[in-house]
């Protein structure tokens, strides 16, 4: 084969590979509306109820294509205890009082994954969270505004 045909054909095999790769990523997938969890999945049903003095917690699973991470389930805990799992575009909201409170997301892959979060009734400041997996499909935990 002559040199510059054999140049060309591993220049066009990178650029498949490449492209293979950059489709493994993960992307978040097209924004629709989040659905919650049905009640019979959530084993700490007290998180989830309403009371006076408590203040509504958002956390949700962030969509996405990749199937990688589509179909694994995020185990979601508060204050050490797990209280439901979430699929890909699911969301839970809990009920917890003002004040700092542990919120951990994990996977049958990943150890748990933990941030202290304020709990406040102060409508300056947001209460929900967002689990997510990054490139490495390793999941995470954020913070996020309305």
């Known amino acids: 084969m002559p040199k510059h045909l054999l140049v060309t054909w591993r220049a066009a095999v990178l650029a498949v590979v490449l492209a ?10 097209e924004p629709v509306a989040f ?22 917690v958002d956390v ?26 979430l699929l890909n575009g699911e969301h839970v909201v809990f009920y917890l009082s003002p004040g700092a409170h542990r919120i951990a997301v994990s996977t049958q892959f990943d150890p748990i994954v933990e941030m202290r979060f304020v709990v406040t009734a102060d409508t300056r400041y947001t209460n929900r969270a967002s689990a997510s997996f990054n490139a490495d499909h390793r999941i995470e935990l954020h913070r996020v505004a309305q």
């Open 60 to 85: 949700r699973r962030e969509r996405s294509r990749d199937l990688v991470v589509r179909f694994r389930d995020a185990l979601v805990y508060v204050d050490g205890e797990q209280v439901t799992d």
């Open 35 to 56: 659905k919650p969890v049905p009640a019979e999945r959530i084993v700490k049903a007290g998180y989830t109820q309403p009371g006076d003095g408590l203040v509504a």
């Open 20 to 29: 293979c790769l950059a489709a493994c990523a993960s992307e978040p997938a």
